[in-house]
Nanobody, 118 residues
């Protein structure tokens, strides 16, 4: 079992920045990948960014060059730094942990709301 707690969401204006944090209940070294997903009203949940084995990163095309995912293994924490936010980034953001033992198990945080509006 992995518990995930997100924080850092809020209301910002277009062009501003936010940093989301996700604290895991166990060492990131025991987790295959950590990721951020988002879901806007009426839309499917989509991958925003993920970090695999603490090094390889993937980003959705819509956030490349604006968002950066990073991890701090000493704090069991993954961050999503979001620059130049746009109204279309408005969504609930969820932290995901993917653990691989004999099967793949996904764990999710409760979500944090990001609203970009002038």
């Amino acid at each position: 079992q992995v518990q995930l707690v997100e924080s850092g969401g809020g209301l910002v204006q277009p062009g501003e920045s936010l940093r989301l944090s996700c604290v895991a209940s166990k060492s990131l070294n025991s987790i295959y990948s950590m990721g951020w997903y988002r879901q806007a009203p009426g839309k499917q949940r989509e991958l925003v960014a993920r970090i695999i084995s603490g090094s390889t990163t993937n980003y959705a095309d819509s956030v490349k060059g604006r968002f950066t995912i990073s991890s701090d293994n000493t704090k069991n924490t993954v961050y999503l730094h979001m620059d130049n936010l746009k109204p279309e980034d408005t969504a609930a953001y969820y932290c995901n942990a993917k653990v691989i033992n004999y099967r793949v198990t996904d764990y999710w945080g409760q979500g944090t709301q990001v609203t970009v509006s002038s």
